[in-house]
């Protein structure tokens, strides 16, 4: 059997009464996208986060890349090659798409910030970052600020700043999130051809999106897995339809 990419054991994170993950078990297999849907609350992107790093579990492991990381900070998982996009934007809206993509490739890389000025300047830099907006489609849009980007390329560059610091997983929040329905076709198609080259762990509640891409599902409510599976056993699953599905 093949050994899995990402392996995690029995993870707890409280935050006050609330489990927000409940001794959760999850194993992603190198080359998978593995979509984990549920309910609002259901503690997907508090899953992600101690994937990265920015939250602690209480209890429980994180393995990537045979290494225990639970205990490691969050620059040291960016390194060793976990990458996330976040939910809520995080790029700098004054700064183009490439000193976007440019600065997180600086900061991988273990760069100070103070010499950003000089450093954006550099080739070798641009053209990583230039590689990146290639592979998202955005390769127009280089020197275009944030600001003036339209919602749904804001999403594709926040894929290419993930895609700069060379990940081998990369966490997806939901990416597909205030799209229009041209603008989510695109995302789709985006996430077929980086799946191609990445492990790709995907939080989404657009269905059709997830059924889409995903080789394998798993299901949270209330910080528990109550499935996890191949999508059409997710589908036809009676407690998945009653907890978060429905009659899709
Ligand atoms: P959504 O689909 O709405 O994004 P989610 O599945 O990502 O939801 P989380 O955001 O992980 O769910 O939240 C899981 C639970 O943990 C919720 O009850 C939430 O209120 C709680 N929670 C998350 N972060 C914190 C925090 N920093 N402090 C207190 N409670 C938190």
Redesign the pocket.
Known sequence: MVEPLLRIENLVRR??G?L?TDNLSLEVAPGELHAII?P???????LISQLTGQVMPNSGTIHFAGRDVTRLPSYRRSRLGLARSF?ITSLLPDFTACDNVALAAQAHDGHSFRFWGAARKEKPLRDAAQAALKRVGLEKRADVPVSELSHGEQRELELAVALATKPQLLLLDEPMAGLGVTESARMVALLKELRREVTIVLVE?DMEAVFALADRITV?VYGRVIASGLPDAIRHNDEVKRAYLGDQ
């Not at 609002?40 to 508090?46: D, E, L, R």
């Open positions: 935050f006050g609330i927000a549920g609002n609350g259901a503690g997907k992107t508090t939910q509640h949270l």
